[in-house]
C-alpha cells in the first residue's frame, strides 16, 4: 500500500492564481480530510469528509472547495489565491470509528506572492 | 469549546534524559492520539489510547480520562527523537490538535 499521497510537495502561486492539490489513498478509508499548519497554531480542519459524494467544512474553509466522487481522491482547490493561505497543507485519512488512527500525506508547502 | 493545551511548548533534553510531556483537554472523550512530526514535516501516528497506558519502545503513553490528562514519556531520549510531538483527539468528524511540544535531544 502507498498510503495517503499528497502532491505537490512544493508549489508557489501570484496572488489570484488557482490551483487543486492532490490527495489520494489506497487504504479505502472512508474518512479523508484537509489541514493547513501555521507557525504556533495546531492543525487546522479546512474541509472533510466521511465518504463518496460527502463533504462538510471544517474551521478554516473559506478559499477552499473540495469534492469526493470517489472513495480514493479528495482534492483541495484553491479557488483565487491569496497572500493568507500561505501555509502548509496536509491531507489524511482514517477508517470510520473512535478508534482508528489518522494516516497523513506527505505535506505541500505552499507560498502565495 | 474544544480545546487541547500541550507543556511545555519547547523542550530541550540531553541525550539519555527522561522526557515528558503533558496534554490537557477539555471535554469528555473516549480516546486520544499522540503524533510526531518529523523535522522534514511529516507526521505519524504514535499512539491511540482510551485508558491506562501504552508503551512501544522507549515511548509510554498515559491517559487519565476523568481528569482529562495524558503523558508521553520517552526514556533514555537519543537525538534521533527530536519533533514536535502532538496530542489530538477526535469528536464530532473531527479531530482537534494541540500546537505541539518541539523536543530537541542533544548529543
Known amino acids: 500500500n502507498a498510503g495517503v499521497t499528497q502532491t505537490p510537495k512544493f508549489q508557489v502561486l501570484k496572488t489570484g492564481q488557482s490551483m487543486t492539490l492532490q490527495c489520494a489513498q489506497d487504504?479505502?478509508?472512508?474518512?479523508m480530510s484537509w489541514y493547513r499548519q501555521d507557525p504556533g497554531m495546531g492543525l487546522r480542519l479546512i474541509h472533510y469528509s466521511v465518504g463518496a459524494g460527502i463533504t462538510d467544512q471544517g474551521e478554516v474553509p473559506n478559499g477552499y472547495n473540495v469534492s469526493r466522487s470517489t472513495t480514493e481522491d479528495f482534492p483541495l482547490r484553491l479557488l483565487s489565491a491569496a497572500p493568507s493561505q500561505t501555509s502548509v497543507y496536509f491531507c489524511a485519512s482514517r477508517r470510520r470509528g473512535a478508534g482508528e488512527k489518522l494516516f497523513f500525506g506527505s505535506g505541500t508547502q505552499l507560498s502565495v506572492l | 469549546k474544544n480545546e487541547v493545551e500541550q507543556s511545555p511548548q519547547n523542550l530541550t533534553a540531553q541525550e539519555g534524559e527522561f522526557i515528558t510531556i503533558n496534554c490537557s483537554y477539555s471535554?469528555?472523550?473516549?480516546?486520544l492520539h499522540w503524533l510526531q512530526q518529523h523535522p522534514g514535516g511529516g507526521i505519524v501516528s504514535l499512539f491511540m489510547?482510551?485508558?491506562g497506558k501504552k508503551k512501544h519502545g522507549r515511548l509510554i503513553a498515559t491517559i487519565n480520562i476523568q481528569e482529562k490528562h495524558s503523558s508521553l514519556h520517552i526514556t533514555a531520549s537519543h537525538p534521533r527523537d527530536s519533533a514536535v510531538y502532538i496530542c489530538a483527539y477526535f469528536t464530532g468528524n473531527q479531530f482537534y490538535f494541540g500546537t505541539g511540544t518541539s523536543l530537541t535531544v542533544i548529543p
Open positions: 487504504m479505502n478509508h472512508e474518512y
Open positions: 489510547l482510551s485508558s
Open positions: 471535554v469528555g472523550i473516549s480516546a
